[in-house]
């Protein structure tokens, strides 16, 4: 009994340090004559980071033939904004040197 204990704890202690990225806005930016721009602008939050300082990749438009990659630094409160470019209004956020990845797209 106390073994289930010891590894349900160990588990959840784990799971409660893992890093984790999250997309928390990702919107076209107007200009005051051309509705068709290709600019956006993508936000983040980056919890439980390993190494400080933390960065990101942004991959944009990942499932096309020619995706950007844009690359950021996060800042001490966990949180990174970037103005990019995307024809399909797709992207990936990904904590470089974790193994964790977001997605999200333009609707």
């Known amino acids: 009994m106390k073994t289930v ?6 588990g959840s202690s784990v799971q409660a340090f893992s ?3 999250k997309i928390t806005s990702f919107n076209y930016v107007r200009t005051s004559s051309n509705f068709n721009s290709t600019l956006a602008e ?3 939050r980056v919890e439980g980071a390993t190494t400080s300082p933390a960065f990101v990749n942004v991959k944009v438009d990942p499932k096309t033939n020619n995706p950007a ?3 950021t630094l996060v800042g001490p409160d966990g949180k990174f904004c970037l103005a990019l470019i995307t024809y399909r ?3 990936e956020a990904s904590l470089i040197g974790e193994n964790v990845k977001t997605s ?3 609707k």
Do not use: E, P, R
């Open 89 to 91: 209004g797709t992207a």
């Open 19 to 21: 890093a984790s990225v």
């Open 69 to 71: 990659s844009y690359n």
């Open 5 to 10: 204990m010891a590894i349900a704890l160990l």
């Open 42 to 44: 993508l936000c983040g």
């Open 104 to 106: 999200a797209s333009i």
